[in-house]
């Protein structure tokens, strides 16, 4: 199995058989614990930051919002106008997205985020679901993206820093019983030197980062050589 399918099918396993319940609750407006409120607002700030990245009026834009969780971003696209895909590996978050967002033009797909079965988009997001592939890993998805993307393709990282490398290695980002797949910091340099080394001309810019307590994102802008 190569790391990408290996570390997809952790991912899998942890959204869709150990955390469902977890990420339903922290993706609504229920109460949460004080650092998963702080999970929560900085999630808040980041997709905002994300949704900036892109026009205000997407009418006539098809956008893929790869790995949608909850289904969040995907009806904030659609209510600017997008034809939106959105895609999650889990089944089970699929669900929990189509019953809170019944009315909403977004067509779901369970299954993987770069099938390339689901066609060109004008832009793709990402929100924290790259965060747990290696910068390789990263730069191959982008390549597999760059033939099917006619403008931005918005991701966010896990950045490498001092905070967030502690938080890491001492694993207290959410209880034991609740603790994700392991994520990799990352840094945009890196990134950029995986697609080089892949012959990849595409264009990639570290946008901004976004600190709230325990969340520690940072978003990046990818333009493939013919965007």
Known sequence: ??????????????????????????????????????????????RALMLAQLPADLRGARVLDAGCGTGTMAVELAARGAEVVAVDISPALIDIARKRAPEARVRWHAGDMMDPGLGRFDHIVAMDSMIYYSAVDIAAILGRAAPRLGGKFV????????????????????????????????????????????????????????KSGFYISSALVYQGPTA
């Open 1 to 46: 199995m190569s790391d990408y399918a290996a570390t997809r099918a952790r991912v899998e396993d942890y959204f869709d058989r150990t955390a469902t319940t977890v990420w339903e609750r922290l993706t609504s407006d229920a109460p949460v614990s004080g650092i998963r409120a702080t999970v929560r607002a900085g999630r808040d700030r980041m």
């Open 155 to 210: 991701f966010t990282m896990a950045p490498r820093t001092p905070a967030l490398m502690a938080m890491w290695r001492v694993g207290k980002l959410f209880p034991r019983k609740d603790r994700s797949p392991v994520m990799i910091p990352q840094t945009a340099a890196a990134i950029a030197a995986a697609l080089r080394a892949s012959s990849n001309r595409g264009r990639l810019a570290e946008v901004e980062r976004v």
